[in-house]
């Protein structure tokens, strides 16, 4: 079991040795996640992916672009909290803009928030196994919107809310069916 910071050593150390470059490294991981998606989710779910600013963000917005290519209904909600985002984040973002548009939509405020229904997929990218502060109160809010649903809730690498490495207090954690984690498993779990 590595610590986060191990965690990006190791990815660091990937992304120079193999050579390999670390928006390829998140393409990678989005495939493998949609390639368990695919197997495993009844085809009669529509998804619902929820994007932070990070890498984890990004692994959300590579995940929709394939689930789309492969023809599952997605769309994806950005919660647009912050003017920093990751350079694989962006460009992930670029990449799903040119393929289909209309499948982003922006969070701002809790109004943006869409209804979530029981025959949909929640996929939560909010946070990784970077989250070292407790979450805000806009992300607090779309982890209980959430929570609050009946709908299969499948967490991208570790549950939103939940620091990798250390204890967590608070209920702002999603409560996730699944965890596609990658490489090692986390302290937390």
Known sequence: ILSASQIRSVDAYTIQHEPVASINLMERAAAACVEWIS??????????IF?????NGGDGLAISRLLLKSG?????FIVRESHKYSADFLENEKRLR???????HDIKSEKDFPLIGPTDCVIDALFGTGLSKPVSVLFARVIEHINATIAKVIAI???SGLFADKHTDGS???HADHTLSFQVPKLAF
Do not use: M, Q, W
Request: charged share 20%; net charge positive; aromatic share 12%.
């Open 72 to 76: 599952f209904e997605t769309k994806v």
């Open 39 to 48: 197997r495993s989710i009844v085809p009669k779910y529509s998804f619902k």
């Open 172 to 174: 702002s954690i999603v």
């Open 98 to 104: 040119n393929y289909h548009p209309l499948a982003i």
């Open 157 to 159: 690498d570790i549950p």
């Open 51 to 55: 994007c932070g600013h990070g890498n």
